[in-house]
């Protein structure tokens, strides 16, 4: 198919109103740089005036997402997951090597267009990596035969799709399930259930259910999901929306993945729950591009849920009972995990904050009220409509009932999914997954908290250390300053890009804490990272930008002494790096011995 | 006036009607919060974050906090003044401003507010980015060097022009204005000198050509009174044109 035809049958689904039309114009955009491998620029222009919108603004949107691109990628498009954890396991090491192989430079592709090698933020493959991206299909368990054998492939033109299926291989992990995943409860809470509770009680029964259960946000705020729903319901309105979020992107987190590969059914079961108790009539599942192999699965469950009349027109036979649900792919942007982002993205805009007020419940998708729920929230709503509320707050605290799904990985023997009771202290956990020699452990991922081994009587709960699952630990051969590193490239990356202190601060932040790194920093560069870090958690426009500079400011916290040894024992030393000015000649004339370097550092 | 609709600034009872913004009864007020982003004739933005307050013990940007009672607004305290530099600081550096050279120097609100913040020096390192400007167009030319993605010029041409002349791009420190124009310059867009958007850059992006340094330093709008007293430049635009030369 020529490009012009590709695009026109993505868009031919006419029927559409316009509004809905601009609201798929990133799914659309998804799907030809699917097929295509970039969006050309007739494409760009054929959708700006099928959509009545500028090609400026279609620019805006493909230019803000890290997997849209108007230059042609190539036949092979490879990212390289750059997680902390996928660095830990080698993976810069395995992309050196594939980019020597392949005779390529990361980020640039290849002459002949065969190939782009290039990194991207994790890609949630953290407990069996060290993993990377192959036109959107997972490769796990990176090593270097495995790397030789991809370089073959791709030299031999092999299609990814027919790649050994062995590399595509993505294991549940689950090493510890309790009151949500145990089999007890799949046996008491076949499908449906949870909606044939629904018809035999009414939805205002299970609403107070849900509220009484106290059952919380599990993407990491830990909102009342009842006080939510009913939000939602109150506001008048002629349609709601229940939006599912599974932009699972903050680093080391991946039991959203687990969920959607083994339990979609309860996750969908949850959305129509809440759909059939606010009066929603469509949702949406707002799917991270990093999960899209996981789209053909998802797609046959929705299916099967309505041939089962799960889903669809009279759920149940219940007249008036309907309900559907859509799959959005996100394109590579972690901001989208913010819910007002992601409404944003799922009207097919730029992931930009919304100011709050007003909130998602009232004023929502298409400004309408819209319930945004994280995997694991829907899943337990649908098990408490059926066991009910005592049931749930048999697990937990009094103030944080339930459990929590934990993503566990980095240095320890059994990395995978755990599911705990909220409560259960850092130390019961670090035993549990066989981590020793412990250093460090960071909770809730670039944006949590770093906390030292020192520290691990603390536990998991909403009114101790939060987190959305993700639980990486780090023992003392890790140097915690690349760790630090790491995540603070990794928020100047991901920033949206609206507010200058996350914008402008995030940027500063990340080039004085490579000085920091390379030996560079001084006293007075300590305290400018302070005032940075300050500013940038108290006057951000959202959670992003003022969770961007806890991991440096956690290291000056818990290892002074660290930091101490790191600091150049003068007062001033230049922002720029002398050595480093001189990495271009050194490409060129492909040096890299003692006499090419001003200094050689420690 | 009732205790029941007015919140404190700095001490002074301010009065507010219903969906008033901290900015918005301020402004009414005659009291001065400095801003970038915010124009009373667009959408609050929130972006700049210059209106940075505290707002019973938490950071707000008074464009965007919805004004109460019971909101106690700190507007001036030492704290709130020195972030407020960093942030004005943190702009300074992120593009190219040269402001003895810059032909809007004296009527530039970025400038202006500096000033008023007590900004001495720029403090940060550069990013010294590579922008290029844009003179395509007859009557208006863009130095894409100055702009601190206000977004005011966007606004202007959604809302006012109805034209959708400008819109952003990219993402992070990466983002930067763009023009909705076949070549991407502004003079094979529709936008024209008299557009609203050619009349609320508070820095020296938008420049209208022809008449480069015709007022001299000393008269210029901020030369006499701060920022406080003389308020936006967009709110200025008219005398400018009144004074402008026959074209």
């Avoid at chain 1, 320890?412 to 999914?417: D, S, V």
């Avoid at chain 2, 507010?16 to 915010?38: E, Q, S």
């Avoid at chain 2, 966007?154 to 909705?180: C, P, W, Y």
Wanted: overall charge negative.
């Amino acid at each position: 198919m020529s490009p012009d035809e590709v695009v026109r049958t993505i868009i031919a689904p006419v029927g559409a109103t316009h509004q809905a039309q601009r609201a798929n114009l990133l799914q659309y955009l998804c799907q030809i740089q699917h097929q295509l491998n970039c969006i050309p620029a007739a494409a760009i222009n054929q959708l700006a005036g099928a959509l009545h919108i500028s090609a400026a603004e279609v620019r805006g949107v493909i230019e803000f997402y890290a997997f849209l691109h108007e230059q042609p990628r190539g036949q092979y498009d490879i990212l390289f997951s750059d997680n902390i954890t996928d660095q830990m396991l080698g993976s810069r090491k395995l992309l050196a090597q594939l980019c020597k192989r392949l005779d390529t430079e990361p980020g640039i592709p290849r002459e002949d267009l065969r190939v782009t090698i290039d990194t991207t933020s994790c890609t949630g493959i953290c407990e069996q990596g060290p993993a990377l991206l192959v036109n959107g299909l997972v490769v796990s368990r990176l090593d270097n035969s495995r790397i030789e054998q991809i370089a073959d492939l791709i030299e031999s033109e092999v299609d990814a799709t027919e790649w050994p299926q062995a590399f595509f291989l993505v294991e549940d992990n689950i090493h510890r399930r309790d009151q949500l995943l145990s089999k007890q409860t799949a046996d008491l809470t076949p499908d449906g259930s949870a909606l044939r509770a629904l018809l035999q009680h009414d939805a205002t029964t299970l609403l107070e259910t849900i509220e009484a259960s106290g059952l919380q946000g599990r993407g990491g705020a830990g909102f009342s999901a009842g006080k939510k729903w009913r939000r939602s319901k109150q506001t008048e309105a002629d349609c709601r929306y229940v939006v599912c979020n599974a932009d699972e992107g903050e680093p080391g987190t991946f039991k959203d993945r687990v969920l959607l590969n083994s339990y979609a059914d309860s996750m969908f079961e949850g959305m129509t729950l809440c759909a059939g108790i606010i009066h929603a009539q469509h949702g949406y599942l707002y799917l991270r591009g990093e999960y899209r192999y996981l789209l053909e699965s998802l797609q046959q469950v929705l299916q099967r849920r309505r041939d089962n009349k799960l889903l669809g027109r009279n759920i149940l036979g219940k007249q008036g009972f309907d309900f559907d649900i859509d799959i959005h792919l996100g394109a590579g942007a972690y901001i989208c995990g913010e819910e007002s982002s992601l409404i944003e993205s799922l009207e097919g805009k730029r992931g930009i904050p919304r100011k709050r007020p007003p909130f998602p419940a009232t004023d929502g998708y298409l400004h309408k009220p819209t319930v945004i729920n994280n995997v694991e929230t829907f899943m337990a709503a649908a098990k408490i409509a059926v066991l009910g509320a005592d049931w749930f707050r048999s697990s937990g605290t009094a103030d944080s009932p339930g459990t929590k799904l934990l993503s566990i990985s980095g240095d320890c023997k059994r990395p995978g999914t755990y599911e705990y009771p909220f409560g259960v202290t850092i130390r019961q956990i670090l035993d549990d997954c066989g981590a020793e020699n412990t250093q460090a452990v960071q909770i809730a991922g670039a944006a949590g908290t770093t906390l030292p081994i020192t520290e691990t009587d603390h536990c998991i709960a909403f009114e101790d250390i939060a987190t959305a699952g993700s639980f990486m630990v780090f023992n003392n051969d890790r140097d915690l300053f690349q760790i630090v590193q790491n995540f603070t490239h990794f928020f100047a990356h991901e920033s949206c890009g609206l507010c200058t202190p996350c914008r402008v601060g995030g940027e500063l932040l990340k080039d004085l804490v490579d000085k920091l790194v390379n030996g560079h920093a001084t006293r007075h560069d300590i305290g400018e990272i302070e005032t940075i870090g300050a500013l940038m958690q108290t006057a951000s426009h959202c959670g992003l930008g003022s969770t961007a500079p806890n991991p440096i400011l956690d290291l000056l916290k818990h290892f002074p002494q660290l930091v101490e040894k790191k600091l150049a024992h003068s007062n001033y030393e230049p922002a720029f790096d002398l050595d480093a000015a001189l990495q271009e000649s050194r490409d060129i004339t492909g040096r890299d011995d003692a006499g090419a370097h001003i200094e050689s550092l420690p | 006036m009732s205790d029941k609709n007015t919140f404190l600034l700095d001490g002074v009872a301010i009065a507010f009607n219903a969906g008033d913004t901290v900015m918005d009864a301020a402004l009414r007020a005659g009291a001065y919060i400095p801003h970038l982003c915010h124009n009373p004739e667009f959408t609050p933005h929130g972006s700049c974050r210059v209106c940075i307050v505290d707002v019973n013990g938490r950071r707000r940007s008074a464009c965007t906090q919805p004004a109460a009672t019971g909101l106690n607004v700190d507007n001036s305290s030492d704290d709130i003044v020195a972030e407020r530099r960093s942030l004005l600081q943190m702009l300074f550096v992120e593009g190219n401003h040269v402001c003895p050279g810059c032909e809007k120097s004296g009527a530039c609100q970025l400038q202006a507010v500096a000033y008023h913040a007590g900004m001495l020096s720029p403090r940060f390192t550069h990013f010294f980015p590579q922008r290029a400007v844009d003179a395509s167009h007859p009557d208006t030319a863009i130095d894409f060097n100055r702009c601190i993605l206000c977004e005011l010029c966007v606004r202007a041409s959604n809302e006012i022009d109805n034209k959708q002349v400008f819109t952003i791009s990219g993402r992070g420190i990466g983002s930067h204005l763009v023009i909705n124009s076949p070549s991407g310059k502004l003079g094979d867009s529709n936008f024209a000198a008299t557009d609203k958007a050619a009349h609320v850059c508070p820095v020296g992006a938008i420049l209208p050509k022809h008449r480069g340094y015709d007022q001299p330093i000393g008269e210029r709008l901020y030369d006499k009174q701060p920022v406080s007293i003389v308020g936006d430049v967009a709110a200025h635009e008219n005398d400018a044109q009144g004074d402008d030369h026959d074209r």
